[in-house]
């Protein structure tokens, strides 16, 4: 399993955040669209989503993560998969469905970190940046640089979100 440090803000636009992303960048903007279903889990700090982005390109993602707002620490496995809509119909049958989220998201490479700008059906506009460890890696290391590029694009503490998208859609 890979780890990252992940934090969600709400913001007021994705167009002004990304002229500044711009400017730090080594790699973006890629523009992507992203259908997530989740599935049901039994541990609440736990996550399954197949991430659809086209009809034979998805992902299934597992993760654990806290609950939070601010920085945390997340663990996730990604499995490539070439037919989305078998997949969810079987995994819907087997743990049913958690709900469903639709955004398209602006990514842009930051050193080490995934900054993604995402525009969610329901929800508004959102920033997310994901600070990859290295093995062996503390956690504070990513979330110092978690905060400090917050400030860089000017996103503040105030503005942190706690949950994924759909646990803010189906609040």
């Not at 663990?75 to 070439?82: K, S, V």
């Not at 329901?122 to 905060?147: K, M, Q, R």
Request: aromatic share 6%; proline share 3%; net charge negative.
């Amino acid at each position: 399993m890979a780890r990252n440090i992940e934090i969600k803000a709400r913001i007021d636009s994705v167009d002004r955040i990304a002229r500044i992303a711009a400017t730090l960048a080594s790699e973006g903007p890629a523009e992507i669209a992203q259908d997530d279903t989740f599935f049901r889990c039994s541990d609440s700090a736990d996550r399954l989503k197949l991430r659809t982005f086209a009809p034979d390109r998805a992902e299934l993602i597992f993760y654990r993560r806290a609950n939070s707002s601010g920085p945390k620490e997340s663990f996730y496995l990604i499995t490539p998969c070439a037919t989305p809509d078998a997949l969810r119909e079987s995994l819907t049958l087997a743990w049913g469905q958690a709900g469903r989220v639709r955004k398209q998201r602006r990514l842009f490479l930051v050193g080490r970190t995934r900054v993604h700008l995402d525009r969610v059906e329901g929800l508004g506009e959102f920033l997310e940046l994901e600070v990859v460890l290295t093995e062996g890696e503390t956690a504070d290391a990513g979330i110092a640089e978690a905060h400090a590029l917050m400030a860089q694009l000017g996103v503040g503490t105030e503005q942190l979100v706690q949950g994924a998208y759909v646990d803010l859609l189906n609040a």
